[in-house]
């Protein structure tokens, strides 16, 4: 190999870990997923309910970390902790709802609005056997879609 | 007048017990976790733990998915999920036990009220007996229990992987608070 094919091979080599690690550093710092614009799996609260009560595990595997988009009508409006607003989607099964916690506020939401809420599914919480309710189905980092 | 006695007494027993005997839960509790480390800390926040608190046996009950845990940066979200809690496989977290010393609290007065808790700490499929000491608050009728408590990752099968094992401190600092705002 000459010099000038050495110095080739080198400076490629230099290119290649430069990129490698310039990729490297945007992985390490890349920030959440984008949720607002991601592409979403659309569906209702009650048959999304309806997947998680009838098969957790089959569902937890089609949804568990996944973007939905999930339409329904508002049963209750709250806020937690670190003063998010949480809404309630209805479902057929009394005391159980889809759990939405907005990344974005919403504005002005009203019991038995028909919402469609886009947000990272988390799963089905446990429910309570001698409360006689059962867990809620959870999306994260919300947003209202209008 | 004696059976007017009795049913007095009756009314009085069946409401005093309806008044005591209570479950108080949340869907909605927050949980998170701190690791100071080396080059950078890692802290994860949950705003969606399911807890019921029954009075006035003190049983205490905490269910926490993992996947309802955020992150700052996906990579972390992703590593925490897939390679350390493996929460496609354990999706849960749950505690079960039980406030030793509930009658130190007085539901009627508001105040802070600190308290002992033992039970299971079911964390990766593993389960663990552990003590911690939580409060109690009482405020206008809401009541809201917080506790801030040490997991040793080893002691759940929590595998770090060498390369990263400066990283990441072997003892994570939970915080836990839920504020029990439905009843039955």
């Known amino acids: ?146 | 007048m004696q059976s007017r006695f009795i049913f007095i007494l009756i009314v009085f027993i069946t409401t005093n017990f309806s008044l005591t005997a209570q479950k108080l839960y949340t869907k909605n509790g927050f949980v998170s976790f701190f690791s100071k480390a080396s080059i950078e800390n890692i802290s994860a926040e949950n705003n969606q733990v399911m807890s019921v608190l029954t009075l006035p046996s003190g049983e205490l009950q905490f269910s926490v998915l993992i996947k309802s845990f955020h992150f700052k940066k996906s990579l972390m979200e992703e590593h925490f999920n897939e390679n350390y809690m493996e929460s496609s496989k354990y999706p849960k977290a749950t505690f079960k036990g039980k406030i030793n010393d509930l009658s130190k609290v007085n539901f009627t007065t508001d105040g802070n009220y600190t308290v002992d808790v033992t039970g299971d700490l079911a964390i990766h499929g593993i389960t663990n007996k552990t003590t911690t000491t939580g409060i109690i608050t009482v405020k206008s009728g809401i009541i809201t229990a917080t506790s801030k408590f040490k997991v040793k990752l080893a002691d759940y099968k929590i595998s770090i992987p060498k390369i990263v094992k400066d990283n990441i401190a072997e003892t994570v600092d939970v915080t836990v608070s839920c504020v029990y705002d439905q009843k039955i």
């Open chain 1, 1 to 146: 190999m000459n010099t000038m094919t050495k110095k080739k091979v080198l400076i490629s080599l230099l290119l290649v870990a430069i990129l490698a690690a310039a990729f490297g550093y945007y992985l390490f710092n890349k920030g959440p997923v984008d949720v607002k614009n991601g592409s979403a799996v659309k569906l209702d609260a009650i048959g999304l309910y309806e997947q998680f009560d009838a098969d957790s595990t089959g569902a937890l595997k089609n949804y568990s970390g996944k973007i939905l988009q999930v339409t329904g009508l508002v049963t209750a409006v709250s806020l937690n902790q670190k003063k998010e607003k949480i809404i309630l989607l209805k479902t057929n099964t009394g005391g159980a709802s889809v759990n939405c916690t907005m990344e974005e506020d919403p504005g002005e939401i009203k019991i038995n609005d028909a919402v469609s809420i886009k947000g990272i599914c988390s799963g089905m919480g446990q429910g309570d056997e001698d409360l006689g309710i059962k867990g809620d189905v959870y999306l994260t980092r919300c947003f209202l879609i209008k």
